[in-house]
C-alpha cells in the first residue's frame, strides 16, 4: 500500500506562482512513476506532468514551460512547481504513484489539493 499526501495549493493570482508537495509513504519503489493530474468542474481529469525516470518526463500541453516537476527519492516527495498562473490551471491537483512488476499494476491517488487562480 501507498498513501499520498498533497500539500500547497491555494488561491493565487492570474501570473502567480505555487508549489504542490506530495509525500508518500508506505511501499515506495524506485522504479515507480510519480506524476500530477488535475480535474475541473465539469471536466475529465487530466494529466498535468509525470516523471516515470529522471530522464523521462511528460507534460501537459497546457502547461509545458511553466510548470517543472521534480521529485526527491530521499524523501518520497514529488513536487510540482507552477508558474505563471493562468485562471484555466483552476482545479483540484491529484498526485498518482503508479508502478507495474510481476503482471501486476499499482496505481494511487492522493485525496487532492485545490488550486484556484483568479484573474
Known amino acids: 500500500q501507498v498513501r499520498l499526501v498533497e500539500s500547497g495549493g491555494g488561491l493565487v493570482q492570474a501570473g502567480g506562482s505555487l508549489r504542490l508537495s506530495c509525500a508518500a509513504s508506505?511501499?515506495?519503489?524506485?522504479?515507480?512513476?510519480m506524476g500530477w493530474y488535475r480535474q475541473a468542474p465539469g471536466k475529465q481529469r487530466e494529466l498535468v506532468a509525470v516523471m516515470i525516470t529522471i530522464s523521462r518526463i511528460n507534460y501537459g500541453d497546457s502547461v509545458k514551460g511553466r510548470f517543472t516537476i521534480t521529485r526527491d527519492n530521499a524523501k518520497n516527495t514529488v513536487y510540482l512547481q507552477m508558474s505563471n498562473l493562468k485562471p484555466e490551471d483552476t482545479g483540484v491537483y491529484y498526485c498518482?504513484?503508479?508502478?507495474?512488476?510481476?503482471?501486476?499494476?499499482?496505481?494511487?491517488w492522493g485525496q487532492g489539493t485545490q488550486v484556484t487562480v483568479s484573474s
Open positions: 498518482n504513484y503508479h508502478d507495474q512488476y510481476s503482471g501486476y499494476i499499482y496505481d494511487y
Open positions: 508506505g511501499s515506495i519503489s524506485s522504479t515507480s512513476a
